[in-house]
């Protein structure tokens, strides 16, 4: 069994910053981090950043510049640091971690609101 669970959403100004995580726990010795995702009200999920590579990354067009992810595949944790955040990103952020075999692991998100 595998959990995974984000944290680090909240409440954020016009221009400030939050930091996001993630963590699997569990069956977790096949596993990767792969990226972040989010869904606003009323829209689809969306990408927001994945790894396409052990060390490239990319990024929605959104949010090039201002968000940056990062990995620690050992400790099976991925973060995403979101600088000059803007009330359009706020979303319910997810976390993907993807197994050998293909199995995708979703958490259950985290709220990140952007309001002055």
């Known amino acids: 069994q595998v959990q995974v669970v984000e944290s680090g959403g909240g409440l954020a100004q016009p221009g400030g910053s939050l930091r996001l995580s993630c963590a699997a726990s569990?069956?977790?010795?096949?596993?990767?981090?792969v990226g972040w995702y989010r869904r606003a009200p009323g829209k689809e999920r969306e990408l927001v950043a994945r790894?396409?590579?052990?060390?490239?990354?990319e990024y929605a067009d959104s949010v090039k510049g201002r968000f940056t992810i990062s990995r620690e595949n050992a400790k099976k944790t991925m973060y995403l640091q979101m600088n000059n955040l803007k009330p359009e990103d706020t979303a319910v952020y997810y976390c993907?971690?993807?197994?050998?075999?293909?199995?995708?692991?979703w958490g259950q998100g985290t709220q990140v609101t952007v309001s002055s």
């Open positions: 993907n971690f993807v197994s050998t075999w293909y199995a995708s692991y």
């Open positions: 569990g069956s977790t010795s096949s596993l990767n981090a």
């Open positions: 790894y396409t590579s052990i060390t490239t990354a």
